[in-house]
């Protein structure tokens, strides 16, 4: 069973330029998540997508844009890049629905390094 | 505004103690906390979780303790080997339910030394 698996393993991008980052979930999840991750820092919450649609959303400016393919795989888009948005991007897929009360675990992909010169 | 915080960005254990990692919070409405082991070149995998409503949650060599008084976790892994030797995420959440966003803390990098 392959687990959480991302598109590309490295990027290099230059300041301006647009981005589509790929992930692909684990079997039977439908549900993405994308973290970003600076160096040194935790990951922290971009947005969620289920049934295709945006769930919720981090606090990040709308440059950061995606989108939930009907097999539930998933891109994170991001435009006119900065220096700043330089990080591994992580996706993570779970379960969306309601089980019972239990908490959904999210499994976490290998991330895309994303750098911006 | 960082809600998770982990103070301590590494912590230097001999094999065979006990490694004690901490984690501290402000938002009253986490219910739900996790730890997650990153290793390099690797996304962070799940390793153990606390409800809000327990203050104690043990599975093999790893236990997580909560004090929701004081906002603080703490992972406790006994005996420490040489492959637990990674970065450590806390996390929490703000409802149990579905597929809730995960808010993490920086990381502390744990080295377990032969």
């Known amino acids: 069973d392959a687990g959480v698996t991302q598109s590309p393993t490295h990027l290099i991008k230059t300041r301006g330029q647009q981005v589509t980052l790929r992930c692909s979930p684990k079997?039977?999840?439908?549900?993405v998540s994308w973290y970003q991750q600076a160096l040194g820092q935790g990951p922290q919450f971009i947005f969620q997508?289920?049934?295709?649609?945006?769930?919720q959303r981090g606090n990040f400016p709308d440059r950061f844009s995606g989108h939930q393919f009907p097999n539930y795989s998933s891109e994170l888009n991001v435009n006119a890049l900065l220096l700043g948005d330089s990080a591994l991007y992580l996706c993570?897929?779970?379960?969306?629905?309601?089980?019972?009360?239990?908490?959904?675990?999210?499994?976490f992909g290998p991330g895309t390094r994303l750098t911006v010169l | 505004d960082q809600q998770v915080k982990q103070n301590s960005p590494s912590l230097s254990v001999q094999e065979g103690r006990i490694s004690i990692l901490n984690c501290d919070y402000t938002?009253?409405?986490?219910?739900?906390f996790l730890w997650y082991k990153k290793y390099p070149a690797e996304g962070p995998t799940f390793l153990i979780s606390?409800?809000?409503?327990?203050d104690k949650n043990e599975d093999g060599r790893f236990t997580v303790f909560l004090n929701k008084s004081a906002k603080h976790l703490s992972l406790h892994i006994v005996p420490s080997q040489p492959g637990d030797s990674a970065v450590y995420f806390c996390?929490?959440?703000?409802?149990?339910?579905?597929?809730?966003?995960?808010?993490f803390g920086q990381g502390t990098r744990l080295t377990i030394n032969p």
């Open positions: 996390a929490a959440s703000a409802g149990v339910q579905g597929a809730q966003k995960l808010v």
């Open positions: 938002n009253s409405m986490f219910d739900y």
């Open positions: 997508y289920y049934e295709e649609e945006e769930r």
């Open positions: 079997s039977g999840h439908d549900t």
């Open positions: 606390i409800s809000s409503i327990k």
């Open positions: 993570a897929s779970s379960l969306g629905s309601v089980t019972g009360g239990f908490y959904n675990e999210q499994f």
